[in-house]
């Protein structure tokens, strides 16, 4: 029997809105490099519209695949829990692991959110019922097509979670706390509501400095 491998990436790790989503992507060994020929490559070098098409013929065409939406307040417990090596990194991890269980692989090509990629792959390893090859790198997008697959699949779902977020709630941009109307959307909620919404991460410092700038009497509720 052909070896299985799996390629595991994520989306939206860095914003402050919206879910963080782990992807995992199953295909024979042997045959990853045919996921090139679907149109496949790193996630961030695609247009939207690219990534949604090349999305489809992915899903329809690798041997299996599975998608976790890790939302706002798991990663705030996790990121606010105080445990040494137990946050956002093992989040991901636990995730990772779900995936490879729920896929079986004989080799799973992960990209490391962890500084130290041999970790992050000790971490996943020690969350698994039975053994798997486990090949740990950063970038690992940019090298493997079939993490990179992945990388499509979580981006697409992230996108997908954000429009439905934006038809509700309204334009607040990418959700990353970079983009000045993500940080604009976040002051006149405060301003308006006097509390953050539940699809927003809490514990992220971009938010300690905005009650702070406009919204005094907030700020020291929350003191």
Known sequence: MKALAVGIDDAGRGSIIGPLVIAGVLHPEDRVNELKELGVR??????????????????????????????????????????????????????????IAKLKPQVAYVDSCDVSAERFARQIASLLPFKVRIVSEHGADARYPIVAAASILAKVRRDQAIEELKRKFGDF????PADPKTRRFLEEWVKTHGEYPDFVRKTWKTLKRIPNRRNKTFDRRQA
């Open 173 to 176: 941009g990418s959700g990353y």
């Open 42 to 99: 790193d996630s961030k070098k695609l247009t939207p519209a690219r990534r949604l098409k090349i999305a489809e013929l992915v899903k329809a065409n690798v041997s299996a695949y599975h998608i976790i939406e890790i939302l706002p307040h798991q990663v705030d417990e996790r990121v606010s829990c105080g445990v040494k090596f137990r946050k956002l990194n093992f989040l991901e991890a636990e995730a990772m692991a779900e995936i």
